[in-house]
């Protein structure tokens, strides 16, 4: 089945899957909530457009960790906040931001209809809506689309041959081996809880079972 790659660099990155308006988590890699809303954007499909949203949700998803993002987290405030009932105004609000830093991720779609991912592959070139790394104002530092994106080769394949997309920071030696993560097509591995199941104004999220293997470090992109 052919993949289509994605590259997902940034200064700052969120990827929460189980966030409330005080706290905002984020997850070691990119959800696959996220990275549909990000494709999703590109493709200037509405968040209340289920019928255009549900074939990419379809398509099996696999992350590499070419440089793993370092965790950090924000103090914020907020003035005059009303409750969700409107029965008051909270003067202050305290919340805190969880967020990945300097995150490097080669991203993974695989499908057997090449049309849909052909059509990812060129709104990502010029998006309807800009791309975000979880939240709207976490760009991207590098561009996302990729000449060579669209592999005719399974998921697991192509995250393996592509040449490494990121670099050493200060200090670090080179890495003998990379973590992929990807969909488990036999129920093993762990629970996420970020299988699209809706549109998102609806908000519905399913598990599916997500596998970690260390793979052999590539060449250089």
Do not use: C
């Not at 906040?81 to 969880?98: F, G, N, P, Q």
């Not at 990121?166 to 093993?188: H, I, K, N």
């Not at 908000?203 to 997500?210: D, I, L, M, N, P």
Request: glycine share 8%; hydrophobic share 40%; charged share 25%.
């Amino acid at each position: 089945m052919p993949t289509l790659l994605m590259r997902l660099v940034g200064p700052i990155q969120s990827w929460g899957t189980s966030s409330r308006f005080d706290q905002r988590d984020t997850g070691k890699e990119p959800s696959k909530s996220g990275v549909i809303g990000l494709v999703g954007a590109a493709l200037g499909i509405d968040r209340e457009n289920w019928t255009d949203l549900e074939p990419l949700t379809l398509l099996a998803m696999g992350v590499r960790h070419d440089r793993p993002g370092i965790p950090r987290r924000d103090y914020q405030t907020a003035q005059r906040i009303i409750s969700a009932d409107r029965s008051k105004i909270h003067d202050t609000a305290v919340t805190t931001r969880d967020y990945l830093a300097d995150a490097a991720f080669l991203v993974g779609l695989e499908g057997r209809d090449i049309g849909i991912l052909k059509r990812i592959h060129a709104a990502l070139l010029d998006p309807v809506w800009p791309p975000a790394l979880g939240r709207k104002s976490y760009v991207p530092s590098e561009p996302v689309w990729m000449e060579d994106a669209l592999q005719d080769m399974p998921l697991m394949l192509a995250l393996s041959h592509h040449g490494w997309i990121s670099s050493l920071r200060q200090g670090e030696e080179m890495p003998r081996e990379l973590l992929v993560s990807f969909e488990s097509r036999d129920g093993s591995g762990i629970l996420r809880m970020d299988q699209p199941l809706s549109s998102f104004a609806i908000r519905r999220f399913g598990a599916r079972f997500v596998r970690s293997e260390w793979i052999p470090f590539p060449d250089r992109g």
